[in-house]
């Protein structure tokens, strides 16, 4: 419904021909990637990519790089669309990413099928999320549907050979971008806590780790399931200024199956 008093966005009164599809394309390796999400992926006539800072996008691009490759061999590479999410928390600055965003995704979407591609899965801190905010508020109801991906954590907790969660346990996942008297809460009240997002911190969170001799419970994996992939269980080998933004400790306060 058009709000009384005001102009339409871009793209508001246009009739919508396709659905908006939010595609988990996982943490970085293809063969991660679900069937339902490939043979969508295969199909849309347009692929919208987020963009940032973080250079996530780039790399939600680089998984389904061999089915694009595959649909440029015969001919039928989809359109890409690019979508600027400013790494700020300035509402103003937010607000007018969102109005953009939706209104070039609203155009695509009254020509057809949008898939819009993110890592790990489309709902867990993902910018689709930041995304259906900007277009809600620009049409509504709005054609949607959603393919989750593989996290980042359940890949990692792969990768390491290890049970995330057993029996009565409690998981706790949280960026580590909060006060480090917070964190220490939740290793308190959790067996076991997936922090993300660890880079800018992980000198502050090693040194939490050590004062609650929770150091040979944590593992660090960064860039799970790509090439540059990086695996420790010795925390005190890591220098902090070579954590990559995708990097996650796991902490089993239980233990490990292997030691």
Known sequence: MRNEGRDPHPGESLPLKGTLYGIGVGPGDPELLTLKAARILREVPVIAVPTSY????SMAMEVIAPLLEERARVGRSPEIVSLLFPMTRDESILQKAREQNGALLLDS????????VALGDILFYSTFGNLLTGLSSLRSPLPVEVVPGVTSFAAAAGRLVEPLVQGSERLAVLPAVYDPSEIEAVLDRFEVVVLMKINKVFGEVRALLARKNLLDRAAFVAMVGRPEERISRTLDELPPGSVPYMSLLVVRKNGWLSP
């Not at 973080?54 to 996008?57: F, K, L, Q, R, T």
């Not at 020509?111 to 819009?116: I, L, T, Y």
């Open 54 to 57: 973080s250079d996530a996008g």
């Open 109 to 116: 979407l009254s020509r057809g099928d949008v898939a819009f």
